[in-house]
């Protein structure tokens, strides 16, 4: 299983961008990278997803670069809404169970 | 659509008592997936089913069992309850499609065993 290191928590404004890295040392050539958004007494939601070089759809975007060994989840513009816990996952969309391993995940604090 | 239900929201047992935890989709999915969250921590994998009629371990399968013998239903057991299972807990289904894959989670169950 590829492990994941986030930072445990963030400060941001609201209307600034914020960008949370995940490191993925030992990331293998079949797996996706996912990102999950966790609101309190909620389950988490998926946000985005991505293999290589950069995704973007109507919440986020989703930098990788060459060498896969991290990736980036730039939120535009946050709003208090958007704090929330954060998840990066790293795991081989063809393996059922095992790689789904949810970290403590970023702690995204949005502040007036 | 519904998306993945979870019955009951909140319960309170007794030390030994057992019961069974439902979790529902009506998006059709194959997989399905039972987590427990403790407090400040990530979720972690229980058990997990690729499909009607089959369950296996995830990551912390001591204590649980599964069913999973109607496609849309996936049934979390407790069989004797323990003040360390006292929980949150998702369950989530699981599509996966040529634009990749993408977990559903329930609302969760709240757990707590005196």
């Known amino acids: 299983l590829a492990k994941t290191t986030q930072p445990i928590s963030m400060d941001s404004y609201e209307g600034q961008e914020v960008n949370i890295t995940c490191s993925h040392n030992n990331i293998a050539t079949n797996d996706y990278i996912t990102w999950y958004q966790q609101f309190p007494s909620q389950g988490p939601r998926f946000i985005i997803q991505g293999y290589k070089t950069k995704v973007t759809n109507e919440v986020a975007s989703l930098f990788i670069p060459a060498d896969r060994k991290s990736s980036t989840l730039s939120l535009p513009r946050v709003s208090l809404s958007d704090t929330a816990v954060y998840y990066c996952l790293v795991g081989d969309r063809e393996n059922y169970g095992q790689n789904f391993v949810f970290g403590p995940g970023t702690r995204l604090s949005v502040l007036p | 659509n519904a998306g993945v239900t979870q019955t009951p929201k909140f319960r309170v047992l007794k030390t030994g008592q057992s019961m069974t935890l439902l979790c529902a989709q009506d998006m059709n999915h194959e997989y399905m997936y039972w987590y427990r969250q403790d407090p400040g921590m990530g979720l972690r994998l229980i058990h997990y089913s690729v499909g009607e009629g089959t369950t296996a371990k995830g990551e912390v399968p001591d204590g649980y069992n599964v069913s999973r013998l109607k496609k849309q239903n996936f049934l979390l057991g407790l069989e004797s309850a323990a003040p360390s299972q006292t929980s949150v807990y998702f369950c989530?289904?699981?599509?996966?499609?040529?634009?990749?894959?993408?977990?559903?989670f329930g609302p969760g169950t709240r757990l707590l065993v005196l």
């Open positions: 989530a289904s699981r599509k996966i499609d040529g634009g990749g894959e993408t977990q559903y």
